[in-house]
């Protein structure tokens, strides 16, 4: 008998020469100081939006004033990477740091914006392409001095969930803030291993 096989059979935080596709840690906070290598300061909180939220590049230039509720400090993110009946149309709220999203406000005027928007016709809080993000997080990544498979936008997305997992986030509220339809997917997260199981060896070695 065939076997149906899984959208997400297969998947990953590994490539196929066993280089890691995620940032640890350390790698997360040489990305942060490595922010002001940006000097537009409406372009650096478009790196900053995919560390703190891990969405992808088109979720983040999707956005405007009215997806970002300043005071509950979350971020409304729509999922465009949903299918059929649910394409385009579901929503996740996630949580970002209350200074990330009051550097919004003050970058962007975000509370200003809102009280102008008349229903849809907020605008993009960036106006340019995928290209351009992608290359701002690449410039970041260079002056951090990240390399590999790892430094990228995607490589920002899995160290959010992996850093969730190690921090015990439940994987259903995981699964939420990442957009993922199914829990099978998140789990990659709970299941990584590598650098950051060097605390947990550390203590059970006793140095």
Known sequence: M?????PFQGMSLYSQLGERKYLTS???????????????????TFCEMIHWTGCRPSEALALTAINIDLDESMVIIR???KRGR?????FRPVPVPS???RRLDTVHGIRDAQASARGGDALPL????????????????DAAGLSGVKSN????????????????????????????????TTSIYV???????????ARMWGV
């Open 99 to 101: 200074e990330f999203a």
């Open 79 to 81: 999922s465009l990477k």
């Open 126 to 141: 960036w106006p340019f392409g995928r290209t351009k993000g992608w290359r701002l997080v690449r410039s970041v990544m």
């Open 191 to 201: 299941a990584a291993s590598g650098p950051e199981d060097r605390a947990i060896a």
């Open 153 to 184: 936008a995607r490589g920002l997305r899995h160290a959010l969930g992996v850093h969730a997992a190690v921090m015990h986030v439940p994987e259903t509220r995981l699964q939420t803030w990442l957009g993922h339809a199914s829990l099978e």
């Open 86 to 90: 649910l394409k385009g149309k579901h």
């Open 26 to 44: 350390s790698e997360r906070k040489k990305f942060l100081a490595a922010l002001c290598v940006i000097k537009n300061p409406a372009e650096r």
């Open 2 to 6: 065939s076997q149906t096989s899984s």
